[in-house]
């Protein structure tokens, strides 16, 4: 069963539509979708999607990200990174998982961020805490 976290990350409640043009930070706790155009920083607790049309010249930090349109900007995404192909991605990006469709575009540097290291850092943190 889902807690109410989760199921806020799930619903997709901004919108960048194809007539729109966004200049700024943009913050949201759910989810994203741009079709249209945004430079600045996107902070999205859930998961973006930028579509076919769509053009983000920015930083951005998300948790999981789909790119069907373009991304000029670093990425980092404590989930997935997938670039369709339509996708084109011209920036480094930092994530746990990394998907390219035949196609797809990514020029930059790409960094895994290692799933053991995190359970490493808890392990050490519980034991600190034991040994005190």
Known sequence: MKNKKQ?????????????????????????????GKVEGEICCSGDLTVGIEGVAETKV?????????????????????HIESTGKLHGNIQMKSFIIDEGGVFEGKSNMIDHHDDRKKEKDKVLEEVAE
């Open 7 to 35: 199921k806020q990350l799930e619903v997709l409640d901004t919108v960048i539509g194809a007539m729109t043009s966004l200049e700024g930070k943009l913050k949201t706790e759910g989810s994203m979708r741009v079709e």
């Open 61 to 81: 930090t998300v948790r999981n990200i789909i790119v069907a349109g373009t991304i000029i900007g670093d990425v980092t995404a404590s989930g997935t990174v």
